[in-house]
């Protein structure tokens, strides 16, 4: 079974910061973790996402302002957001994903959730 907590979310002037922190309670070393968000009205988008191996990839609308970060050891993911702007505020979900390699076929990604933590940006 696996259980991502998270925490750090809260409210924020434009132009601050805030960190996400998000614990995986598992045995399981995951393929890639990362942060989604999802804004009333609109769909769920990928935040930022890092590797096992270190490769990161964010969203352009956060590229500059937001840094990803990992610690395997404690099977963490870490969301630092800076430059705040009212668009950021969404609810963000952290993902824990593990990758699945068959003979025949393409990879198998199976994605696991955390309940998400609100960020509101705001005057």
């Known amino acids: 079974q696996v259980q991502l907590v998270e925490s750090g979310g809260g409210l924020v002037q434009p132009g601050g910061s805030l960190r996400l922190s998000c614990v995986a309670f598992?045995?399981?070393?995951?393929?890639?973790m990362g942060w989604y968000r999802q804004a009333p009205g609109k769909q769920r988008e990928l935040v930022a996402q890092?590797?096992?191996?270190?490769?990161?990839k964010y969203a352009d609308s956060v590229q500059g302002r937001f840094i990803v970060s990992r610690d395997n050891a404690k099977n963490t993911v870490y969301l630092q957001m800076n430059s705040l702007k009212p668009d950021d505020t969404a609810v963000y979900y952290c993902?824990?994903?593990?990758?699945?390699?068959?003979?025949?076929?393409?990879?198998?990604?199976?994605?696991?959730w955390g309940q998400g933590t609100q960020v509101t940006v705001s005057s």
């Open positions: 993902n824990a994903r593990r990758t699945f390699y068959a003979d025949i076929g393409p990879p198998l990604d199976h994605d696991y």
């Open positions: 598992s045995s399981i070393t995951f393929d890639a």
């Open positions: 890092i590797t096992n191996g270190g490769m990161i």
